[in-house]
């Protein structure tokens, strides 16, 4: 159980899928991992929602496949039949849940009141869905509610979009983002396969929010260091910091002061998660050296990748 839900934290997006003819699930499946997304929760807000759990479970093993819109025990057997790795209700159903803990069914309920929170916590339950998100405050609400409750993370869903994905992204407080606008049911009923993985691509980047935080020079010694970040400073007109272990000629330019990890040096990518970058990256083939982790295992604020691009270290940067 802990494993899907940290899965589901990694992958950070949960598309919200209504499908109105299961012979349109696993192609919908497919734009979202052609995309980058390995995950989908099919609703039961349609007949076809089971028939569709059972084809993408079929056709992609390795996709993690949840049921939402789940709104009782009969429900939720049906769907954990079918292959669904995990169960979302709109609402805080103490039935629904402790069925589900008692069949060791990853479950996430909704909640937006300290009351329903606390009822949560009751069942020792810490990841919750924030729902309908846009009603009840969007982030601002979920902010609220982890004030006096800094256990819990949440999963905002209704509400949430390409226009203001980037607030969500880099909250501690939020464990996903869950929507529809990442796999629209239009799009799927005009078989707009293409538009979905785009805007799957779209978003992922927006979650990730890399940018170039600096460049890193290796010099010989302190002196050489501080001689290159005179220099940087002198021609661009760049503020000169000094440091214990390097010099920074503005933001953007550090000069170690003695030779650093890569051949050339190295370049600092920012990202709203390192966990979640680590993720993706490993996706794309690219590992993490968690050796050179700074921070905790929880909260690491900066690690290198394991290889260097063209004789440069990479290492990410938490914001």
Avoid at 200 to 216: D, Q, R
Wanted: charge should be negative; glycine fraction near 12%; hydrophobic fraction near 40%.
């Amino acid at each position: 159980m802990k494993d899907i839900l940290k899965n589901i934290g990694d992958i950070g997006l949960i598309p919200v899928v209504v499908i109105e003819d299961s012979m349109l699930a696993v192609p919908a499946a497919k734009a979202l991992i052609d995309g980058g997304l390995n995950i989908m929760e099919i609703t039961m807000r349609t007949e076809e929602g089971i028939k569709s759990i059972e084809k993408v479970r079929k056709a992609f093993p390795d996709m993690l496949v949840g049921s939402g819109t789940v709104l009782s025990i009969e429900k939720a057997g049906e769907c954990v039949d079918a292959g669904a790795e995990f169960v979302v209700s709109p609402g805080f159903d103490p039935e629904l849940v402790r069925w589900c803990q008692e069949k060791d069914v990853v479950v996430i309920p909704g909640a937006v009141t300290p009351t329903e929170v606390r009822q949560a916590l009751k069942f020792n339950i810490n990841i919750l869905k924030f729902f309908p998100g846009g009603i009840f405050g969007g982030v601002k609400g979920c902010e609220a509610l982890y004030g006096p409750y800094r256990m819990v993370k949440f999963i905002p869903t209704g509400g949430v979009g390409l226009k203001n994905l980037v607030d969500f992204a880099d909250k501690p407080y939020i464990h996903s983002i869950g929507g529809s606008w990442l796999c629209p049911c239009s799009d799927i009923n005009n078989k707009n396969f293409d538009k979905i993985t785009a805007i799957v691509k779209e978003s992922i980047n927006i979650l990730l929010g890399f940018e170039l935080a600096h460049i890193g020079i290796n010099a010989e010694n302190e002196e050489e260091s501080l001689s290159f970040a005179k220099t940087f400073s002198g021609i661009f007109g760049f503020n000169l910091k000094e440091g214990n272990s390097s010099n920074f000629s503005g933001e953007g330019i550090e000069v170690n002061k003695h030779k650093g990890a890569g051949a050339m040096g190295h370049i600092a990518i920012r990202t709203n998660s390192i966990p979640r970058a680590a993720y993706y990256l490993r996706q794309k083939g690219y590992g993490i050296d968690w050796n050179t982790r700074k921070g905790t295992e929880e909260k690491p604020v900066a690690v290198y990748l394991d290889n260097e691009i063209g004789g440069f270290a990479v290492h990410l940067l938490q914001k």
